[in-house]
């Protein structure tokens, strides 16, 4: 299949798979940032996830509460919780898949950039005890601004010289999830069928959505349809933050959308063909070192980079718009990893 979206309902498969009983290849997952608004429902999502056969959770506060409370249910996945620096490494060790959802939120009148004094530090630290203790792992970066983030670990990864770019993700599938629901509700059609791939960054005009190539394709959109359309998938975050008023950002979303993520990169590196995604990548598909597009999930991650296919007169505009903020971001981040 020519790089479709994986699976129509990934959500139900979830669910569904999560009351049988699995086996399957060992896995393990850690979650550093377990017990904050993302990692509490991320923690549950891949407790349900049968592939998941060790979970450990790592937060620096409120680990032992979260890791009792996922512990007691009765899935596959044994949890362990991880509450201090010192146990960071038996957190990491052996793992198959970490996921990152550690560092502030957004509050109103915030960029994603007006995080990045504090979240470089803990990605960079944490990307450390990465390289160290599970330097084979796949990680998935959640934490802000995923533009810079993604770029300070691969440049962490390297000074490490355990770099492999077909393991290192920023998780742009939010953008993807809020891209079909905005779509499926205004072409009329049922959003379980939707896909539509979401390329470039994640942040304002970095988020690209592609809806000329969305399917079930329509005509029932008009081009005002389309870029209100795009708007809002380039808003969604900050539709959240200014809803939740001061209280964070998107949670429950990312949880679903990062586990929807984690379990193809799960499915990809269990050997289950066609898995493909859209993730914040290292890329060649432009002149941008790193970008987002579709990506075909392996035994080693990263199978392929897909192209970005045929653009609308409007989304070549909108990439040629966003390729200056996301360069200056990507280097932003590489710079201060060489200085750190
Ligand atoms: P939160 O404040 O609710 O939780 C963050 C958690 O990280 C806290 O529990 C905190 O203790 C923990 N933490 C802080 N420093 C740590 C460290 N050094 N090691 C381990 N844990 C540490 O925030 P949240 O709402 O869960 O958001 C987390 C991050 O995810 C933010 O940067 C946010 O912008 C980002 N985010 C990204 C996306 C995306 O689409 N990629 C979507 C939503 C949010
Ligand atoms: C999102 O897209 O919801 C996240 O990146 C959080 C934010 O700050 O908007």
Request: charged content about 20%; glycine content about 10%.
């Amino acid at each position: 299949r020519g790089g479709a979206p994986s699976s129509p309902a990934p959500s139900s498969h979830i669910l569904r798979r999560s009351f049988s009983v699995e086996s399957g290849p060992e896995r393990k997952v850690a979650i550093l940032g377990a017990a904050g608004g993302i990692g509490q429902p991320l923690s549950l999502l891949m407790k349900l996830n049968p592939l998941v056969s060790r979970l450990a959770l790592y937060d620096i506060a409120g680990t032992p509460g979260v890791a009792a409370d996922v512990s007691h249910i009765n899935t596959r996945a044994e949890v362990k919780g991880y509450a201090a620096e010192e146990q960071l490494g038996q957190a990491l060790e052996g793992s198959d898949l970490v996921i990152i959802p550690a560092g502030v939120p957004r509050k109103p009148g915030m960029t994603r950039d007006d995080l990045f004094n504090i979240n470089a530090g803990i990605v960079k630290s944490l990307c450390t005890a990465i390289a160290k203790y599970c330097p084979d792992a796949l990680v998935n970066m959640i934490s802000n601004p995923v533009n810079s983030t993604v770029p300070i670990a691969a440049e962490v990864f390297k000074k490490a010289g355990t770099y492999d770019e077909k393991k290192l993700f920023g998780v742009t599938m939010l953008d993807v999830v809020r891209a079909k629901t905005f779509y499926a509700g205004k072409a009329n059609v049922p959003v379980s069928e939707v896909n539509v791939p979401v390329v470039g960054g994640h942040a304002g005009i970095t988020i690209l959505p592609l809806f000329s190539q969305a399917t079930p394709a329509t005509n029932a959109l008009s081009e005002d349809d389309i870029k209100a359309l795009t708007k809002r998938t380039q808003d969604g975050g900050t539709e959240v933050v200014e809803a939740k008023a001061g209280k964070g950002s998107a949670t429950l979303s990312m949880a679903y959308a990062g586990a929807i993520f984690a379990d193809a990169c799960l499915k990809g590196l269990n050997g289950v063909p066609d898995i493909v995604e859209c993730s914040f990548v290292q890329s060649s598909i432009t002149e941008l070192p790193f970008f987002a597009s579709k990506v075909r999930l392996g035994k080693n991650g990263v199978e392929e980079v897909l192209g970005l296919g045929t653009l609308s007169e409007y989304e070549k505009q909108g990439l040629e718009n966003l390729k200056a903020e996301l360069k200056a971001s990507i280097e932003k981040g590489i710079k201060f990893a060489k200085d750190n």
